[in-house]
């Protein structure tokens, strides 16, 4: 069954290129276009497609904006010229992140992860297990003017900060506005977990485990940090790390 899309870019020739990439996938039927957001909003309105190509900066407002306008968000795939570019972590859960000029091949390849969706949802998958993160994908994150596009397994601790979280990668440590909680029903438990209170840590970026007070741990990271297991988290810790 054919699927309906909508292109959302401010740049004629991009649309135009899209329009032509998206002739090899008779599944994907372009319906309409849009040149800026509140094009945007009228015609997916209107169509209420099942894809949209959304590019991110637009005069006026951006791709973000639209999303954040939208009710009800059909499967989205971004097209940027932008390889820095970013948002809210966890929030949008785009299909996909194409960089111009889009690559045949990954278009493809964001094609096929429609396909995949589609194929979950008619087994009718519990919605839960679709939202969990795996270590490969890839989330946004923007602090103030700064954005990053980052893949999880980078990402060595998470640490609350009142309601916001601070996300350690590489050197960058910025803040999202996600509690703890709700980021730990997102990420796999094998890979991220949760030491304390106030920390996420990723197992795969822990250096060194030394016995700490009353019964907890003190693991040393990757980065240097060094975070403390409660003693309750600590047991869980020695069940899941032994053979």
């Known amino acids: ?15 135009n290129e899209l329009r032509k990439l998206l ?14 957001v509140n094009e945007g909003l009228e015609k997916i ?25 939208l009710d009800r968000s059909p499967q989205v795939i971004f097209t940027t010229a932008y390889d820095e570019y970013a948002l809210k972590a966890f929030e949008v859960n785009a299909l996909d992140y194409l960089l111009k000029p889009v690559e045949p091949k990954r278009l493809a390849d964001a094609i096929h992860k429609l396909e995949q969706v589609e194929r979950e949802e008619e087994l009718e998958t519990p919605v839960i297990n679709r939202s969990i993160l795996s270590e490969n994908d890839q989330v946004f994150v923007k602090d103030g003017e700064r954005c990053w ?10 640490e609350s900060v009142g309601n916001y979280a601070k996300v350690f990668f590489g ?44 019964g907890g741990l003190l693991l040393e990271l990757k980065g240097g940090e060094k975070i403390e297991v409660s003693r309750r988290q600590a047991v869980k810790f020695k069940e899941m790390m032994s053979l």
């Open 1 to 15: 069954m054919s699927k309906k899309a909508i292109i959302i870019d401010d740049e004629r020739l991009a649309r």
């Open 23 to 36: 002739q090899d996938f008779p599944e994907i039927e372009v319906i309409d276009e849009a040149a800026n």
């Open 45 to 69: 309105e209107q169509h209420q497609p099942d894809l949209i190509f959304l590019d991110i900066q637009m005069p006026g407002k951006t791709g973000f904006d639209l999303l954040s306008e």
């Open 149 to 158: 596009f980052v893949r999880l397994s980078e990402i060595r601790l998470f």
């Open 171 to 214: 050197p960058n440590k910025p803040l999202i506005l996600k509690s703890l909680n709700a980021l730990e029903e997102r990420l796999d438990e094998k890979v991220f977990f949760r030491a304390n209170r106030k920390h996420i840590v990723n197992l795969r970026m822990i250096e060194k485990i030394e016995p700490y007070f009353n």
